[in-house]
């Protein structure tokens, strides 16, 4: 069966001056078959294109590391012109003053405000 796909995809190059696609190959195996069950899977073929060298091995590769977008930003002057880091301000404390549970009001006398 492979001999003859073999053949048919080398006929198919030499009339369409490309290579079939996977779906065509997959469906031209099932037709020449004998055997009994076979599915023309998606493993079947990318082993079978390995074989007869119409495919590379795919190398695993890491992915890209992820870059710095705030890098990118910077280097950008097209948006906003230079981008310059400002230091974040120091705003006052909106913390209420902490005071003990059982305390007397005579004992902070003059020290709270009035009104929260």
Known sequence: MERRLNTWIADYQNTYKQMPTSGNIKKKALEFTTLEG?????????KFQLRHGYAEKKKKTARDPPHNILEDIKSEDRFYGKFEEEPIQEFPSTRRPEVPEFALASDFAGQLPLSY
Do not use: D, M, N, V
């Open 38 to 46: 076979f599915k023309a899977s998606k493993g079947w073929l990318e």
